[in-house]
């Protein structure tokens, strides 16, 4: 599929953020971007992996290409592609990490709905043949019950109340 508008490496989607936030290229009210762009250098400063994952690492694998669908104001995106990023840079090469647009790029989250919905972040990797091997997309168990508890039994809480309690 063909990838629209920007596409970045990790460290490519790090400065673009800090630039967005900089020159104030975001709405006021999206203080979820400075507050991922935050949470991101932090993370980064602070994930390392499994001994298992860097063993696994280690033995290698064939070539892949990691697509992930994410945008800025998501903070499942902050919290998840520090981690994704770490694989890819700890795999001796072997993973091609490329972070898209959700927004410039709809086909591909149509093609890649995670439980029926548009969610981000979506991870597709690719064999170096373009044979999809797999996606991911799941929240954490424990993130996705709490979801489907505030949707279920909302009790007052806001949206805003709920992502609180989710990324803390």
């Known amino acids: 599929m063909q990838i629209y508008g920007a596409n970045f490496n990790y460290q490519q989607y790090m400065l673009h953020l800090k630039n967005l936030v900089e020159t104030g290229r975001i709405p006021n009210s999206d203080s979820f971007t400075i ?6 250098e932090r993370l980064n400063k602070t994930i390392s992996l499994q001994p298992k994952l860097n063993e696994l690492l280690r033995n290698g694998f ?3 290409i990691w697509y992930v669908i994410a945008e800025s104001w998501c ?4 919290q998840n592609l520090p981690a994704i990023a770490k694989i890819a840079d700890s795999s001796f090469g072997l993973i091609k990490l490329t972070i898209i647009s959700r927004n410039d790029n709809p086909e591909w989250i149509e ?4 439980n029926g919905s ?3 972040p979506k991870l597709i990797s690719f ?3 373009g044979t999809e091997l797999f996606t991911w997309g799941l929240r954490p168990f424990q993130a996705q019950q709490l979801l489907t508890n505030w949707k279920q039994n909302r009790d ?3 949206w805003n109340d709920f ?6």
Not at 111 to 114: A, D, L, P, S
Not at 163 to 168: A, D, I, V
């Open 156 to 158: 007052g809480a806001s």
């Open 35 to 40: 507050l991922n762009l935050k949470r991101m």
């Open 163 to 168: 992502e609180k309690e989710l990324h803390t």
């Open 118 to 120: 548009k969610s981000i």
């Open 75 to 78: 903070g499942d995106c902050a």
């Open 62 to 64: 064939g070539k892949q």
């Open 127 to 129: 064999n170096s043949f």
């Open 111 to 114: 093609r890649c709905h995670t």
